[in-house]
């Protein structure tokens, strides 16, 4: 059975060593502990350690360059004595973790899911972290064979310097898509420069994309650089180009074709060297037959298309950006949430998303915020998800039909099935749930629970105790 990873616990009290090894060993982590006189810092390179548990009193002791140790190492995770505020202002380090004694267990597993989490983004920084098979430049994550083949093309694209147009619903990550070409491409080291072309008054949208001279309009003051000079050598990212008015387009065209623009009000013209990516959430094609997008301009910015899916064509990577989301806004927010059940992610899975990835990632800040620890459960989400929770994608068995050809959801038959027997039972006592608990062989207090957690219920009218 894999692990978890594993954690090197450097303690010289027997009962907090003990009760944290017990602790993260039941977790599934995998525990080391320091040997007397030995060298931390070996054992930690040499077993590819990445995250130490340490008394800090004990380690300071042994180790006085610890803090420079560290940093070359492994996040730290540090247990301070009661009381022992001294060493505090100089661990305000990114890979060091604090907590004090008495332990409290559910910060500690909050402390080494940030640990963890800080491993995640350190590798994520290296060259290799593009190949990983689930995330691309720490940005965007995805192991459906349509995220896999974005993930492909994005790499391809970014060796280039044309001219990318992405398409997709708002939500899906477009900017992220973006951000993406711009890290992997040699303009990485310059400037990623953003403007969203539908959040500008079309009066200053000009002078925003071109810059403009002192006294060219009323309120031009001083000199203004454009977005077009802050992105020269590197990448310029419009977002929302299909709600550009058509005067600009005709300038922007100009621009892609000759390199060089002219400020609002110069007569003189700069040369720019930038890498264009566009992004649209309405069907720039479209726009083009109703005359409302230029078509010449349109086929300018698709040299390379790219599309990305909606999340309600993607939902095995559902639960992966949950789990992502989930581990950053513990982080953020220093919350334990310990994850989501089996029920809860069913339900999410079979909702539509009309907001992608962004409709999911502010519902999982909001738990998070709401929760503050333990497991989210169906009853912790909005209505609106909890009157989707019946629609899967294939369907359920009745008894003796025969096995539908598009195949079933086990767990939504079982669901289906019990909550059938339930609501029977209810029916069949008049609504009193004890006597329906009897029946059930259940305890009243389960059957409770099992009906709150599923939302089940007779008429109120035929309810008892």
């Known amino acids: 059975m894999d692990t978890l990873g594993t954690i090197f616990i450097v303690e010289d009290d027997r009962k907090t060593r003990d009760l944290v090894s017990?602790?993260?060993?039941?977790q599934g982590y995998d525990i080391v502990h320091a040997a007397p006189s030995s060298n931390i810092f070996d054992t930690i390179r040499e077993k590819h350690i990445g995250i130490v548990i340490a008394n800090l009193k004990f380690l300071a002791g042994i180790a006085p360059d610890f803090m420079e140790q560290a940093k070359k190492t492994a996040p730290l995770l540090?247990?301070?004595?009661?009381?022992?505020?001294?060493?505090?202002?100089p661990l305000s380090e990114d890979n060091v973790f604090l907590m004090s004694k008495?332990?409290?267990l559910d910060e500690l597993e909050s402390l080494v899911m940030r640990a963890r989490e800080f491993q995640t983004m350190k590798s994520q920084d290296t060259p290799d972290a593009a190949h990983h098979p689930h995330k691309l430049c720490?940005?965007?994550?995805?192991k459906s064979s349509r995220m896999v083949a974005l993930f492909e093309l994005i790499e391809k694209v970014?060796?280039?310097?044309?001219?990318?147009?992405?398409?997709?619903?708002?939500g899906t990550g477009k900017e992220l898509a973006a951000r993406a070409i711009h890290q992997l491409s040699s303009r990485s080291d310059r400037n990623f420069v953003p403007i969203n072309c539908a959040a500008i008054p079309e009066d200053l949208i000009e002078s925003e994309l071109f810059g403009h001279v002192k006294g060219s309009f009323t309120g031009a003051y001083a000199n203004r650089v454009g977005r077009f000079e802050m992105a020269d050598k590197g990448t310029l990212f419009l977002d929302e180009i299909g709600d550009m008015k058509a005067n600009l387009q005709v300038k922007l065209l100009r621009v892609l074709q000759s390199k060089e623009f002219e400020p609002v009000g110069s007569?003189?013209?700069q040369k720019v060297d930038v890498r264009i990516i566009a992004a649209s959430n309405k069907k720039l094609e479209a726009l083009v037959e109703s005359q409302d997008f230029r078509e010449d301009l349109f086929y300018r910015l698709s040299v390379i298309p790219i599309t990305i899916p909606p999340l309600r064509e993607r939902r095995e990577d559902i639960p992966l950006l949950i789990e992502s989301f989930l581990s950053r806004f513990n982080s953020e927010k220093r919350h334990a949430v310990t994850g989501f059940s089996r029920d809860t992610l069913d339900i999410l899975c079979a909702y539509d998303w009309p907001g992608n990835v962004r409709e999911l990632e502010n519902l999982v800040e909001r738990l998070v915020i709401l929760k503050d620890s333990g497991l989210i459960v169906p009853g912790d989400l909005p209505d609106k998800y909890l009157s989707r929770k019946t629609q899967v994608k294939a369907p359920a068995l009745p008894p003796g039909d025969e096995f539908p050809e598009i195949g079933i959801c086990l767990n939504s038959a079982l669901e289906e099935f019990e909550n059938r027997l339930i609501l029977?039972?209810?029916?069949?006592?008049?609504?009193?749930?004890?006597?329906a608990a009897i029946l059930l062989n259940l305890k009243r207090t389960t059957l409770i629970e099992k009906l709150k957690k599923k939302n089940l219920a007779l008429g109120r009218e035929h309810e008892t105790l």
């Not at 720490?138 to 995805?142: A, E, L, M, T």
Request: glycine letters at 12%; zero cysteines.
């Open 22 to 26: 017990a602790f993260l060993k039941y």
């Open 78 to 89: 540090v247990l301070i004595g009661y009381g022992d505020n001294t060493h505090i202002s």
């Open 102 to 104: 008495p332990l409290n």
């Open 138 to 142: 720490s940005s965007i994550i995805g």
């Open 158 to 170: 970014a060796e280039s310097s044309a001219t990318v147009l992405i398409q997709g619903e708002s």
């Open 267 to 269: 007569t003189k013209s």
């Open 424 to 435: 029977q039972a209810l029916e069949r006592t008049g609504g009193n749930k004890k006597e």
